[in-house]
């Protein structure tokens, strides 16, 4: 599904028009990320979804019946929040992907209040924020930095920043390629951006018309698909997007709740180290103390409970000597200063450790049942409780690595850290080529040609895109050089290489092309 400024767009107004001053009866979570939003008006229910999914994050009513079992911290905030509230309209933040959900809360006490549920439709990046007189009350996905936009509760929400325009009207005459369409207007993707350029239209001059492209397969608001691919026409978005096909994933369940389970617990210690970095910091202004009992004059062989030193109080322990307090100091300070770089050196192995299984979650999702072996044995040094299996002779287990073989050229894909180790150093000559997508998880792929000529170079790099975090976006920047230029991260959790010489190649992923390829 192409999920972009225009699909919101469209997707605000239908949405807006059948949930319009109804009453939210209940909220409930299907799945991890998956929650379902039941209104009620006029005598008829509807189910709202909200899917924060990396790969089908989406809004739209249901007319399905799913599981409700699910218990978190956030659904609770949810429901407390705003179970009972009136929504009183559903914008969109100027044209980016951004859904506004304005609810009226009624309160014994305080009346009528306003709050606010704004779902981020960015892929991985997709995020549920409740929030109310702009402060974030709390959020799905919480991060905090130093510098710029916070998730966490009680921090002023911001939008993403963007200096790009809305596209209510596309200045074609400054326009060179849709991809300068896709810089400079919000919400724009290139799927669209290339269609509105060969037609040189407006998108308001467009059709709504909910299709989906049975070739492709994929969907969109109006038809941009080619006219000889067989296609199915939808009376409404949300039918669109509720006829998603459902796939058999009960073979990831195990291995889904771990990496979850796993990456909630580094997120949790990540805050707690950050915590306990600020508390140390604090410590090391013990220093200036133990200087100001020094410089006072006073005989340090006094025992007093506090002095004033410079308009500073210090408050001492009476039972030590001046001396003694100002050496206590200086110990403290010490031993806040070691803890600071323990400290850091702990929070830099934790963010390691949750980029990696960051990585592990993008490589379960392309991840076939023949490849869990692999995923397997990458996750048992970090407690994952393989299931039993008869006893069996030991052999050595090879990689499931794809190997697509043509008359110039050999493809050879690994899907997780143990078969990306294998194709890059044990299968993987110096003059190979190396391909991976930029700055995000995804596949080790190598090509043994010749002459890497424009065919293969476009072909591999769909194929590196399409395995990887990015499979569900449109121009995907992906990197390649020779395998010599390889060379793997020491002492960093998973397998993490560095590359040299890159060049980049931005692409778009054709289903039809990857089947075929495979």
């Not at 306003?114 to 007189?133: C, P, R, W, Y």
């Not at 190997?403 to 890059?424: C, E, M, P, R, S």
């Not at 044990?426 to 190598?446: M, R, T, W």
């Not at 993490?496 to 692409?507: A, E, G, P, R, S």
């Amino acid at each position: 599904m192409i999920i972009d400024g225009a699909f919101i767009y469209h997707l605000t107004k239908e949405l807006n028009q059948k949930l319009e001053k109804s009453r939210l009866e209940k909220i409930f979570q299907s799945q991890d990320d998956v929650f379902v939003l039941q209104f009620y008006h006029q005598g008829k229910k509807q189910k709202l979804v909200i899917d924060l999914s990396t790969s089908k994050f989406s809004a739209f009513i249901t007319k399905k019946d799913g599981p409700s079992s699910m218990n978190t911290q956030f659904l609770v905030s949810l429901k407390k929040q705003l179970e009972g509230g009136i929504l009183d309209s559903i914008t969109q933040y100027l044209t980016d992907r951004v859904m506004i959900f304005h609810f009226t809360v009624y309160d014994f006490i305080d009346g009528p209040i306003t709050k606010t549920l704004i779902f981020e439709a960015m892929g991985k990046h997709s995020n549920l924020l409740l929030v109310q007189d702009q402060l974030i009350v709390d959020t799905y996905k919480k991060m905090f930095f130093e510098t710029g936009r916070q998730l966490i509760p009680g921090a002023t929400f911001e939008f993403f920043p963007s200096d790009k325009k809305p596209f209510h009207q596309i200045d074609y005459q400054i326009m060179e390629h849709p991809k300068m369409m896709t810089q400079t207007y919000m919400g724009l993707s290139l799927k669209l951006a290339s269609f509105l350029y060969e037609k040189q239209v407006q998108i308001s001059d467009l059709l709504v018309q909910p299709t989906k492209d049975l070739t492709k397969p994929t969907g969109y608001w109006t038809d941009i698909f080619p006219y000889n691919h067989d296609k199915k026409v939808y009376d409404s978005l949300s039918e669109l997007l509720d006829d998603e096909e459902i796939k058999n994933i009960q073979y990831k369940q195990s291995y889904d709740l771990f990496i979850d389970k796993y990456l909630k617990k580094l997120v949790h210690k990540k805050a707690q180290l950050e915590i306990s970095l600020e508390e140390s910091k604090i410590k090391l202004d013990e220093r200036l103390k133990g200087d100001l009992i020094y410089q006072s004059g006073y005989d340090l062989n006094d025992k007093t409970s506090s002095i004033t030193i410079y308009d500073t109080t210090i408050d001492l322990d009476a039972t030590l000597t001046l001396n003694e307090n100002a050496q206590a100091f200086y110990k403290a300070y010490q031993k806040a200063k070691r803890g600071v770089l323990h400290i850091k050196e702990q929070i830099d192995e934790t963010l390691s450790l949750i980029d990696l299984f960051t990585s592990f979650r993008s490589y379960l999702d392309m991840s076939s049942e023949d490849d869990l072996q692999d995923l397997e044995n990458d996750l048992i040094p970090y407690g994952y409780k393989a299931k039993k299996q008869k006893q069996q002779k030991k052999r050595q287990h090879t990689p499931n690595v794809i190997k697509i073989t043509n008359d110039d050229a050999i493809y050879i894909i690994g899907k997780n850290d143990l078969q990306n180790a294998y194709v890059t150093h044990e299968l993987a000559q110096p003059n190979d080529y190396f391909f991976h997508v930029k700055d995000a998880p995804g596949s080790h792929l190598i090509v043994k040609t010749k002459s890497l000529d424009e065919p293969i170079l476009r072909k591999a790099a769909m194929l590196s895109a399409y395995f990887s975090s990015m499979r569900y976006s449109s121009s995907v920047p992906v990197d390649y050089t020779l395998i010599r230029n390889v060379k793997k991260i020491p002492r960093v959790p998973g397998f993490k290489v560095t590359i040299k010489n890159q060049k980049t190649i931005y692409i778009d992923i054709d289903e039809n092309l990857i089947k075929s390829y495979l």
